[in-house]
T-cell receptor, first 112, second 113 residues
């Protein structure tokens, strides 16, 4: 079946540290890949996406590259801020008209 | 502004009562979804609808029901048959073309005691 595996949190970093949150997927064909962010008590917001192999999604200093050979879509940011503290979800959408499949989420805490 | 609204933000019910959660969108999206979120569980799909008057069960549909009479609206009823209904419920919508993301509402936190 289709699934997404994320590194378990929580992840605690100091401000300005480098961030990596690992995400790997299992899917038939070539799905579209997404990263969402959720702030406390809120819904999910799309952070970035990639729809084909070798695409790089980027937004607000965050980046992720669609790696077909390793079935991965790791999220990175060069210098995190306290305001980046949130839960991050990796997700995939298979080709066709199907719902997103989400990973379990990774909680990030950034301390000043 | 275009978006998805869910109401209320917080909902409290007694065990044994059915409760309906509202979800409305003005994005002109064909597809709508309901997810349940529990701590450490991520998001689990309850029901989804790709077109008016049609919907499909997701991974955890037992104890829930939905209707899709209008494109803009996709209410979720949590019935008394749902064994553990206390959770955060998220509604989402999307266009039905490949590669497109889902847009999420702010969520409803349901507490059943």
């Amino acid at each position: 079946g289709n699934s997404v595996t994320q590194m378990e949190g929580p992840v605690t970093l100091s401000e300005e540290a480098f961030l990596t949150i690992n995400c790997t997927y299992t899917a038939t064909g070539y799905p579209s890949l997404f990263w969402y962010v959720q702030y406390p008590g809120e819904g999910l917001q799309l952070l970035l996406k990639a729809t084909k192999a070798d695409d790089k999604g980027s937004n607000k200093g965050f980046e992720a590259t669609y790696r077909k050979e390793t079935t991965s879509f790791h999220l990175e940011k060069g210098s995190v801020q306290v305001s980046d503290s949130a839960v991050y979800f990796c997700a995939l959408r298979r080709k066709g008209n199907t719902p997103l499949v989400f990973g379990k989420g990774t909680r990030l805490s950034v301390i000043a | 502004d275009g978006g998805i609204t869910q109401s209320p933000k917080y909902l409290f019910r007694k065990e044994g009562q059915n409760v309906t959660l509202s979800c409305e969108q003005n994005l002109n999206h064909d597809a709508m979804y309901w997810y349940r979120q529990d701590p450490g569980q991520g998001l689990r799909l309850i029901y989804y609808s790709q077109i008016v008057n049609d919907f499909q069960k997701g991974d955890i549909a037992e104890g829930y029901s939905v209707s899709r009479e209008k494109k803009e609206s996709f209410p979720l009823t949590v019935t008394s048959a749902q064994k553990n209904p206390t959770a955060f419920y998220l509604c989402a919508s999307s266009i039905t073309s490949e590669g497109y993301e889902q847009y999420f509402g702010p969520g409803t936190r349901l507490t059943v005691t």
